[in-house]
């Protein structure tokens, strides 16, 4: 597995008018402020030195995690996610519960499409610490946790994160054995020294329960896209991507200016996990949509024809 303020720009609009009126510019009005990235921004306050693109992702994983009145998570693969979370309490291997961002990078099954731009790189391992941090917070509070002392250790190890990062670090992995405060067993376990403080102190803090782990969960999974109409132009983008443009105040469908659009081809397979939106071009017509490429959907499996375009994804 690959799981801020909007800032708008306002242009002078010319009010044309009959000769011989003063003719004046006008500012477009401002656009209200989304309560639900108002009510994200409030509960994840930025802290000093975060990068607006950090900050931007924090908010878009916050949003992400949208409850329903009966308190379950909207998107139901993250309600499930949660589920798998609350029965083992792992972290952090690759791919585990929230591990990292559910929705992965599309890539070529047969891996002849070009090496992934450093620069991206490193943009998706910041998106990544972003969500690890707001998905176990909110799962822990899911479950009861006191938020006030999950947010201050988790933001004590999300500080030593982004100092990694910006220092290009990357510390080595440590095995750690034996029992674990009363709240299971550390087999020959590897984790990072920084993920390993963490899960100590919650666990002393607010009785987490969190156990470490080692190996991979959930993965990018082979699926193809056919295109309605067959053959048509289609570019595909992360709902992440997609939500994080709109949080940063670049429209989501500028493919040149909204970063994370691919082409897809019609018939080819390609490893994906996650929301996606697409856009297909066709005789001068532009259809777009939504679909989900996810094995833990019961209806899906590996392999499977994902159909977008006119009469949407089936």
Same mark, same amino acid.
């Given at each position: 597995?690959?799981?801020?303020?909007?800032?708008? $720009?306002?242009?002078?609009?010319?009010?044309?008018?009959?000769?011989?009126?003063?003719?004046?510019?006008?500012?477009?009005?401002?656009?209200?402020?989304?309560?639900?990235?108002?009510?994200? &921004?409030?509960?994840?306050?930025?802290?000093?030195?975060?990068?607006?693109?950090?900050?931007?992702?924090?908010?878009?994983?916050?949003?992400?995690?949208? =409850?329903?009145?009966?308190?379950?998570? #909207?998107?139901?693969?993250?309600? *499930?996610?949660?589920?798998?979370? =609350?029965?083992?309490?792992?972290?952090?291997?690759?791919?585990?519960?929230?591990?990292?961002?559910?929705?992965?990078?599309? =890539?070529?099954?047969?891996?002849?499409?070009?090496?992934?731009?450093?620069?991206?790189?490193?943009?998706?391992?910041?998106?990544?610490?972003?969500?690890?941090?707001?998905? $176990?917070?909110?799962?822990?509070?899911?479950?009861?946790?006191?938020?006030?002392?999950?947010?201050?250790?988790?933001?004590?190890? &999300?500080?030593?994160?982004?100092?990694?990062?910006?220092?290009?670090? &990357?510390?080595?992995?440590?095995?750690?054995?034996?029992?674990?405060?009363?709240?299971?067993?550390?087999?020959?376990?590897?984790?990072?020294? &920084?993920?390993?403080?963490?899960?100590?102190?919650?666990?002393?803090?607010?009785?987490?329960? $969190?156990?470490?782990?080692?190996?991979?969960?959930?993965?990018?999974?082979?699926?193809?896209?056919?295109?309605?109409?067959?053959? #048509?132009?289609?570019?595909?983008?992360?709902?992440?991507?997609?939500?994080?443009?709109?949080?940063?105040?670049?429209?989501?469908?500028?493919?040149?200016?909204?970063?994370?659009?691919?082409?897809?081809?019609?018939?080819?397979?390609?490893?994906?996990?996650?929301?996606?939106?697409?856009?297909?071009?066709?005789?001068?017509?532009? *259809?777009?949509?939504?679909?989900?490429?996810?094995?833990?959907?019961?209806?899906?499996?590996?392999?499977?024809?994902?159909?977008?375009?006119?009469?949407?994804?089936?």
């Amino acid at each position: 597995m690959r799981m801020m303020m909007a800032l708008t $720009l306002a242009g002078l609009v010319c009010a044309c008018e009959p000769s011989g009126t003063n003719s004046r510019s006008a500012e477009p009005a401002a656009e209200a402020p989304d309560p639900e990235q108002v009510a994200a &921004e409030k509960r994840f306050p930025r802290a000093p030195g975060q990068s607006d693109a950090y900050y931007a992702a924090k908010i878009v994983s916050a949003l992400q995690f949208k =409850s329903e009145p009966d308190g379950h998570f #909207a998107n139901p693969d993250l309600e *499930d996610r949660f589920q798998t979370f =609350s029965d083992g309490h792992q972290i952090w291997g690759c791919g585990q519960e929230f591990g990292a961002v559910w929705d992965s990078e599309v =890539s070529l099954e047969d891996d002849s499409g070009p090496p992934i731009d450093p620069a991206r790189e490193r943009e998706l391992a910041l998106q990544d610490i972003a969500y690890r941090a707001v998905a $176990l917070q909110l799962m822990l509070v899911r479950e009861g946790k006191n938020e006030a002392l999950t947010a201050s250790a988790i933001a004590e190890w &999300e500080a030593v994160e982004l100092a990694n990062f910006a220092a290009s670090r &990357e510390s080595p992995p440590q095995t750690y054995r034996g029992v674990f405060f009363g709240n299971g067993i550390v087999g020959d376990v590897e984790m990072v020294p &920084e993920d390993y403080a963490l899960m100590v102190r919650l666990n002393r803090t607010t009785q987490a329960g $969190l156990e470490a782990t080692d190996g991979c969960g959930a993965g990018e999974f082979v699926y193809v896209i056919k295109t309605q109409p067959p053959g #048509a132009s289609a570019s595909v983008i992360r709902q992440f991507d997609f939500d994080l443009c709109q949080v940063r105040g670049i429209k989501p469908f500028d493919r040149i200016r909204c970063r994370g659009w691919r082409d897809v081809a019609d018939g080819r397979a390609y490893l994906m996990s996650g929301n996606y939106r697409y856009v297909i071009e066709n005789a001068g017509n532009r *259809d777009s949509g939504t679909f989900t490429a996810q094995r833990t959907n019961k209806a899906m499996s590996e392999g499977e024809t994902i159909v977008i375009g006119k009469g949407g994804p089936r």
